[in-house]
């Protein structure tokens, strides 16, 4: 069974902080993804991952950077944490492939920027 | 611009009565659509996928490329199904898996 970790289930920092959110993978999956969910606008892609050391913006990059130096490890970083950044995120990973592939979520981690 | 619609926030219905949560998509080639669902205090999860053409959980989904509507049904909904339900399509050829998700809908069953 796929497992997705991420590092914290809940999350208080202050305005300007600098914030670390650590997802890590056990499938050797290619994929990984960072989401934030908010009520009503749904799941919005923040980055994503393709592979060690690639990673593409997504729909709401801004504010926000990823690292990935190793397959199993997606980092998404707050530079300088803002209220507006007060939300549920969401890891995931998939396996590569052309059909079908579904994408794995984790427990989430609710931050709250104060 | 590839777009998935979930015009319904919130559905109410009553356990027994059928179910359906709507589904539209945008998007001119061949997509692969799935249905995700979140129970309350769990991980968002797979529920089905139209290439398998399965049955989960008593819910299965169609892709009406006319339409261009992948809508999600149950014909008797049980309490145990109120939950978070997201749509999300894939483009066939896009690098990495990304998908595209629906703004959910809640499904709340009633006793």
């Known amino acids: 069974d796929v497992k997705v970790t991420q590092s914290s289930r809940y999350l208080v920092k202050r305005t300007g902080e600098k914030v670390f959110l650590e997802c890590v993978q056990d499938?050797?999956?290619?994929?990984m993804f960072w989401y934030r969910q908010d009520p009503g606008l749904g799941l919005r892609l923040i980055y994503f991952?393709?592979?060690?050391?690639?990673?593409e913006k997504g729909d709401i990059p801004e504010g926000y950077s990823v690292s990935r130096e190793k397959k199993e490890r997606f980092s998404l970083i707050l530079e300088s944490a803002s209220t507006n950044q007060t939300s549920m995120y969401l890891c995931?990973?998939?396996?590569?492939?052309?059909?079908?592939?579904?994408?794995?979520f984790g427990d989430g981690t609710r931050l709250s920027i104060l | 611009a590839q777009r998935v619609t979930q015009p319904e926030k919130l559905l109410s219905v009553f356990k027994g009565a059928p179910v359906e949560l709507k589904c539209n998509y945008s998007?001119?080639?061949?997509?692969?659509l799935f249905w995700y669902v979140q129970y309350s205090r769990q991980r968002l999860q797979l529920l089905l996928r139209?290439?398998s053409r399965e049955s989960i959980k008593g819910f299965t989904a169609d892709l009406n490329k006319g339409e261009t509507s992948f809508h999600l049904k149950k014909p008797f909904a049980q309490e145990e199904d109120s939950a978070m339900y997201y749509c999300?399509?894939?483009?066939?050829?896009?690098?990495?898996?990304?998908?595209?998700f629906g703004q959910g809908t809640e499904l709340s069953v009633k006793p």
């Open positions: 999300a399509l894939k483009n066939f050829y896009n690098q990495g898996g990304k998908l595209i």
């Open positions: 499938m050797d999956h290619e994929n």
């Open positions: 998007y001119s080639g061949s997509p692969e």
């Open positions: 991952s393709y592979d060690v050391k690639m990673k």
């Open positions: 139209h290439i």
């Open positions: 995931a990973s998939s396996l590569e492939g052309r059909i079908n592939q579904p994408q794995h």
